[in-house]
């Protein structure tokens, strides 16, 4: 079984800064891409950012330039540092990692429980 477990969110004004980091752990052979996710009230999850395995990242228009991700392989952890925050920014994040148990070339995508971040204006 495989966990993920976010940490980070919070309240902060607008033009403020969070960092969230999630942590997996479990029977994890390897992870191939890790990413963040959100969800607004209302509104559909969207992709915030992804890394690989290799360190190549993807990130949404709306956050390019203010939120940067990166990851520790050696630890299986992925954060996200925002900057520049907007209150358009406002919903719960989730990261999710694309986990093999063995060598056989499969992988499954798990999903951590959401951590709620809140900006004000």
């Known amino acids: 079984q495989v966990q993920l477990v976010e940490s980070g969110g919070g309240l902060v004004q607008a033009g403020g800064s969070l960092r969230l980091s999630c942590a997996a752990s479990g029977a994890i052979f390897s992870i191939n891409t890790m990413g963040w996710y959100r969800q607004a009230p209302g509104k559909q999850r969207e992709l915030v950012a992804t890394?690989?395995?290799?360190?190549?990242?993807k990130y949404a228009d709306s956050v390019k330039g203010r939120f940067t991700i990166s990851r520790d392989n050696a630890k299986n952890t992925v954060a996200l540092q925002m900057n520049s925050l907007k209150p358009e920014d406002t919903a719960v994040f989730y990261c999710?990692?694309?986990?093999?148990?063995?060598?056989?070339?499969?992988?499954?995508?798990?999903w951590g429980q959401g951590t709620q971040v809140t900006v004000s204006s």
């Open positions: 999710n990692a694309d986990v093999s148990y063995s060598d056989d070339g499969r992988f499954y995508r798990h």
């Open positions: 890394i690989t395995s290799g360190g190549s990242t």
